[in-house]
């Protein structure tokens, strides 16, 4: 990726303050996907009410507000969006991913390779159609490639 590239993440934030103290195992997690994040994304701002978005790259400070997902985007100019998203869509998808994921803990420790395979691939079936949902959400306010939306999961999950 061109780290010149305006259409990009720069800074990731996670504002838990209001939520229950993550988990040793969800900070890993929270650490790996923004580490991979800001590695490599596609993030572009879309105009809104006629206005033209601010060119990046940006800073994203993602919280749970009300039971809601909060994106905080803002760039050198300044605040740029904030998006609120609920999560009611995305309970459903995070009950699953978080059983195959538990299932696939367990099975690394005690079953052949086959079947971690195979739990394996219902795992990125599910985050393939977490992530579309995601898009999908955030369709009119903020494009996102593939890759960033599995990422950007990650993280809600992280928050959930």
């Known amino acids: 990726m061109n780290m010149k590239n305006s259409n990009r993440l720069s800074e990731i934030e996670i504002n838990d303050a209001h939520l229950p103290a993550p988990s ?3 900070l890993q997690e929270r650490k790996i996907a923004i580490f991979e ?9 879309l105009p809104r009410g006629g ?9 994203l400070a993602l919280s749970v507000r009300e ?5 905080d985007v ?3 100019a300044g605040k740029a969006a904030e998006f609120h998203l609920s999560l009611s869509p995305f309970r459903e998808v995070v009950r699953d991913y978080s059983a195959i994921l538990n299932s696939y803990n ?7 390779l086959s079947k971690i395979e195979a739990i394996d691939m219902g795992r990125r079936g599910i985050h393939n159609e977490a992530a579309r949902l995601l898009q999908e959400r955030l369709e009119g306010k903020i494009r996102i490639d593939d890759e960033t939306a599995r990422r950007m ?3 809600i999950c992280a928050l959930m």
């Open 67 to 71: 039971g809601r997902l909060v994106l």
């Open 24 to 26: 040793d195992a969800t």
């Open 106 to 112: 367990d099975a690394v420790k005690r079953l052949p």
């Open 153 to 155: 999961f990650t993280l």
């Open 74 to 76: 803002s760039s050198d």
């Open 37 to 45: 994040l800001l590695e490599f994304n596609e993030f572009t701002l």
């Open 51 to 59: 206005r033209e978005a601010p060119p990046g790259p940006y800073k």
